[in-house]
């Protein structure tokens, strides 16, 4: 497990592409960080598993230095 921090704009959505490769990755977001609803503050940290749903999206946004963020 690890810990991020949220970043300005970001949802659970883009946290869920960005950590585990796939939106499903919101269940487990909300599961591991009691979360109530899918609001994320800025600066909020966050616990994120090590397993992934998807390799090839984590390493996309990892090599092209891209945080996904909705707006």
Known sequence: ?????VKTGQT???????EYGHPEG???LSDDNNLD???LASGQELIIRAELIDRDVVNFF???GINPVNH
């Open 1 to 5: 497990m690890k810990r991020i921090t």
């Open 12 to 18: 659970a959505f883009d946290i869920a592409l960005q």
């Open 26 to 28: 919101v269940l487990w």
């Open 62 to 64: 990892k090599n092209k």
């Open 37 to 39: 609803g899918l609001q």
